[in-house]
C-alpha cells in the first residue's frame, strides 16, 4: 500500500499523510509494566506465543494532504479517530505504519494549559508555556502585553496561577496557545474556553487565525463552523478516511453518513446506561421518531456502547419506550430532561404536568412519549428518563428508574432552516418564534 | 475509502484572497513515521531556549513558599558534614588525608549530594511531567537534562561554601581550582547518562521510582564520600572507577583541598564509562521516547 501510493511532490503541500495507521493494544494506556511481571514473564516464555492482546486500530491506512495555506477541516463522529490524527501531528505519538511529512513550524491548540505550573506567576507561565509550545523568548516578550490583554489578564499577571479560577487559568492558556505563529496550525473547536462571551472571544480568535493564510487543520463537531472556516474537508470514519473535497460535500456525506450507516428508526438498548431507582420498572430501550424515513430520525450505538442519536433541531421528537415492569406499578410521572454534554440542565418536561397516570401491570410495555417541536438549538444533547410516582417520591428513592444520560442526542440544523441572519452565538435554547416546546408533551400507552 | 479524491481535493484552488504565508526555503521537512529517527540534534540546539526554561522552572519551583530559600542548598551538605564528622571522623577515625575531616567530608558531600538529587530526580522527570508529556510535543530529551542542570546551580553555591570552609583553615588555594569544573563535567555527564536511562524505563515500570533511593544508597559507600580513595588497593583502583563518581570526588577534592589525584588508569576508566553511559543513555531515549505518551 505505501510504496504504490504517490507521494505528490512537496513543493507546495504543508502536510502530506501517506497510509498512516496507529494501533493501540487495549489496556496500554491504563497498564504500566511491573518489572515483576516482565521477569516472570521471562521464566514463563518456554517456546510459548506471547500472549496476544486486543488490537484497536484508531486510524487505518490514511492518506490526505494539505496545501500552503489551506485550511482543511477534519470531520468525523466521536471515535472516528479525529483525536488520534490530531496527536500524530502534533507528534505527541507516532504512527504505527505510514508517513506523514510535514514542512513548516507546526503548533497546536490542542490541551492548553498543559505546561502551567501552579506556582508561577501568570507572566512566568506566559514565558515557560509559550516556549514549551514553540516559541522563543524574543517572540514571547513582544507578544506578552498583547496575550495578557487578549486573556483580559493584566492586573493579576503577578499572582501565582494556583490563586486563579478555573477561568482565569483556561483564558490565559488560549491566549498563549492562539498567539503561537507557526506556518501550520492545528485547532480543536472544543478548545473554545471560559464563559460565553469569551468562548466567542476564542472562536472569533480562531476565524482569524484560519484567515490568516496559514495553513490549518480545523477539528469541530460544529459543522457550521467547519463550512465557513474550510476551504475543504475530510471526514474519518472507524479510523479510516471516507471521504475528501470540498467542505459542503464532506458536510453532506457526513449528514448522510449518519442516516445512512446507522439503520433509522432502529431501538437503542438501554442496558448500558447507568440507573437509579427503585426498578420495578425499567426502561429498556428507545426508538427515536419510530417509523420515519432515513433523514429525518436516525439513531446509532456508538462505539462506547451509549446511544447516540441525530434529528434535526426543532422538528417533533417522538419516542417509543420500551419498558419492563417487574410487578404493578403506577406511573404518575414520566420524565425526560435534555441538558448539555458537560451536564447543565436545560429542560425538563414532566407527564405529571397535565397527563394521566399509567397503570403498568406486570411485563413489557410500550410508551410513546410525544413532543410537537424541540427547538433547542443544533448541538449535542444529554437525554435522561425517568419514571416516578409519588410513592417512590416520598420515599426518598426518589424514582422507580432514572436514566441520565439515557442517550446522546445530536440536533442538526435542519436543511434551509439557517438564514443569512442567523445569529452568530446561540446559547442552547432556541427561542425563534414562540416557546421552546411547542404544544404539550404527550404521553400514550400503545399496549393493546 | 477514496484515496483517489485525495489528490482531486488538492487541486483545489486555493481562495485568491489568501496569500499562502509562503515557508521560506528553510522551512524544515518534518518526517513521522514508525521508524526510529535520529537523535534530534538541530532541533535541540535550536530550542535551547526551553531548556534554559526548564531549568529555570525547576529552580524557581524548588524554593517557592520556603522560608529560606536557596540556603537550603547548603543546609542538606552541612548538616550531613557534622554528622558523618562525627561519627566517621572522630568515632571511628578514618583518615582523611592531611585536611580536616570535615573538610574532606564537605568537598566530597557537596559533589554526591549533586549526584544524588540529579539522578532521582532526572529519573522520575517524566513521570512527574505526565501531562506534558501526553499532550504537548518538544523534545523529550531536555525533561532528565533539567534537574541536573538545576542542580549545577546548587553544586556552584555549594562549592563557594567548601572552599569559604577551606579558606577558613588556611589552606592555600591553588591553580588546582582550575581544574574542579572537569571532574564537575565527568558526574554531570554520568548523572544524566544514567538519569535518561532511569527516566525511560521508568515510564514503563514504576520500579525504578522505588529503586533509585535504594540503589543511591549503596552508590554511595561506592564512592570516597566518607572514606579516601586512598584506602581501595592500586590493584583494585581501575575496577573502583567504573563508578565515574568515585574518580570524579577524589579529582574534585585535590582541586580544592589537595588530596592525592587518582592514578591515570583509574581516570581513563571513568571518563569512558561516562561517555558510554552519556552515549548509551541518549540512543536508548531516544529510541524509547516515541512510545512514552502511549504508556506514561
Known amino acids: 500500500m505505501l510504496s504504490e501510493t504517490p507521494v505528490r511532490s512537496t513543493g507546495s503541500a504543508a502536510i502530506v499523510a501517506t497510509g498512516v495507521s496507529k494501533r493501540y493494544l487495549l489496556g496500554e494506556r491504563e497498564q504500566y509494566r511491573a518489572l515483576r511481571d516482565v521477569l516472570a514473564g521471562a521464566f514463563q516464555r518456554g517456546g510459548d506465543a506471547p500472549v496476544r492482546r486486543e488490537e484497536l486500530w484508531a486510524l487505518r491506512d490514511l492518506s490526505f494532504g494539505v496545501d500552503e495555506g489551506e485550511v482543511l477541516g477534519v470531520i468525523g463522529r466521536n471515535g472516528a479517530g479525529k483525536s488520534t490524527l490530531l496527536k500524530i501531528l502534533s507528534r505527541i505519538t507516532s504512527p504505527t505504519e505510514g508517513e506523514i511529512r510535514i514542512r513548516g513550524r507546526i503548533g497546536s491548540l490542542l490541551e492548553v494549559g498543559s505546561g502551567f505550573h501552579p506556582e508561577l506567576t501568570g507572566i512566568e507561565n506566559v514565558f515557560l508555556n509559550g516556549a514549551i509550545l514553540g516559541m522563543t523568548r524574543s517572540e514571547i516578550r513582544a507578544k506578552l502585553d498583547e496575550i495578557l490583554a487578549f486573556a483580559e489578564m493584566e492586573q493579576f499577571a503577578t499572582t501565582p496561577v494556583k490563586h486563579y479560577s478555573v477561568g482565569m487559568f483556561m483564558r490565559l492558556a488560549f491566549a498563549v496557545a492562539a498567539h503561537l505563529e507557526s506556518e501550520i496550525l492545528i485547532v480543536d473547536e472544543v478548545l473554545a474556553v471560559g464563559d460565553a462571551r469569551f468562548q466567542e472571544k476564542c472562536l472569533s480568535k480562531m476565524g482569524e487565525v484560519a484567515r490568516s493564510g496559514r495553513s490549518v487543520l480545523f477539528v469541530s463537531h460544529n459543522l457550521e463552523a467547519t463550512l465557513s472556516l474550510c476551504d475543504r474537508g475530510i471526514l474519518l470514519e472507524r479510523g479510516q478516511l471516507l471521504f475528501d473535497g470540498s467542505t459542503t460535500e464532506a458536510v453532506d456525506t457526513y449528514r448522510r453518513l449518519a442516516g445512512v450507516s446507522t439503520r433509522s428508526g432502529d431501538e437503542v438498548v438501554l442496558d448500558d446506561a447507568k440507573r437509579l431507582g427503585t426498578g420495578q420498572a425499567r426502561f429498556e430501550a428507545v426508538t427515536i421518531n419510530p417509523g420515519r424515513g432515513t433523514g429525518s430520525g436516525t439513531t446509532d450505538v456508538d462505539g462506547a456502547g451509549q446511544g447516540d442519536t441525530t434529528i434535526g433541531s426543532g422538528a417533533p421528537l417522538v419516542l417509543d419506550l420500551g419498558v419492563t415492569a417487574t410487578e404493578a406499578v403506577e406511573v404518575s410521572s414520566l420524565g425526560i430532561t435534555f441538558s448539555t454534554e458537560a451536564g447543565l440542565l436545560l429542560l425538563n418536561l414532566d407527564s405529571a404536568d397535565g397527563a394521566e397516570a399509567l397503570q403498568l401491570s406486570p411485563g413489557d410495555h410500550r410508551i410513546r412519549l410525544t413532543i410537537p417541536s424541540l427547538r433547542l438549538a443544533p448541538g449535542r444533547y444529554r437525554m435522561g428518563l425517568r419514571l416516578a410516582n409519588p410513592v417512590t417520591t416520598r420515599l426518598g428513592s426518589g424514582a422507580i428508574d432514572l436514566l441520565d444520560p439515557a442517550l446522546v442526542l445530536q440536533l442538526d440544523a435542519p436543511a434551509g432552516d439557517r438564514p443569512a441572519s442567523a445569529p452568530v452565538v446561540e446559547g442552547p435554547i432556541r427561542q425563534g418564534n414562540g416557546s421552546v416546546v411547542q404544544g404539550s408533551m404527550t404521553v400514550e400507552l400503545l399496549d393493546r | ?296
Open chain 2, 1 to 296: 475509502m477514496t484515496l483517489a479524491d485525495d489528490a482531486a481535493g488538492l487541486g483545489q484552488p486555493i481562495d485568491a484572497a489568501r496569500t499562502p504565508r509562503s515557508a521560506a526555503p528553510d522551512v524544515p521537512t518534518i518526517v513521522l513515521s514508525p521508524r526510529r529517527s535520529p537523535v534530534p540534534w538541530r532541533e535541540l540546539w535550536d530550542r535551547r531556549e526551553l531548556q534554559g526554561f526548564l531549568v529555570w522552572r525547576e529552580l524557581k519551583v524548588r524554593y517557592k513558599q520556603t522560608a529560606i530559600g536557596a540556603l537550603w542548598a547548603l543546609f542538606q551538605p552541612l548538616v550531613a558534614m557534622a554528622i558523618f564528622s562525627v561519627i566517621f571522623g572522630r568515632l571511628v577515625g578514618l583518615d582523611s588525608g592531611g585536611v580536616s575531616y570535615p573538610t574532606f567530608a564537605l568537598g566530597g558531600l557537596v559533589m554526591w549530594i549533586f549526584y544524588a538529587n540529579a539522578l532521582s530526580q532526572a529519573s522520575n522527570s517524566l513521570i512527574d511531567n505526565e501531562a506534558l508529556l501526553s499532550k504537548v510535543y518538544f523534545p523529550r530529551l531536555m525533561l532528565p537534562v533539567a534537574p541536573v542542570l538545576a542542580g549545577l546551580v546548587e553544586m556552584t553555591i555549594g562549592s563557594g561554601l567548601v572552599l569559604l570552609v577551606v579558606a577558613t583553615e588556611r589552606n592555600p588555594l591553588s591553580w588546582r581550582l582550575l581544574v574542579a569544573p572537569l571532574p564537575v563535567l565527568l558526574v554531570v555527564a554520568s548523572a544524566i547518562g544514567f538519569g535518561l536511562l532511569l527516566s525511560a524505563m521508568n515510564v514503563h515500570f514504576r520500579d525504578v521510582k522505588y529503586a533509585v533511593p535504594f540503589m543511591l544508597q549503596v552508590w554511595m559507600f561506592a564512592s570516597p564520600v566518607v572514606y579516601s580513595a586512598g584506602v581501595i588497593p592500586d590493584a583494585w583502583r581501575p575496577l573502583y572507577a567504573i563508578n565515574p563518581v568515585s574518580t570524579a570526588i577524589s579529582i574534585f577534592r585535590w582541586s580544592l583541598v589537595g588530596s592525592p589525584f587518582p592514578p591515570t588508569s583509574a581516570v581513563a576508566v571513568s571518563v569512558g564509562v561516562a561517555l558510554a553511559v552519556l552515549a548509551g543513555g541518549v540512543l536508548v531515549f531516544n529510541r524509547a521516547e516515541g512510545t512514552f505518551a502511549d504508556v506514561v
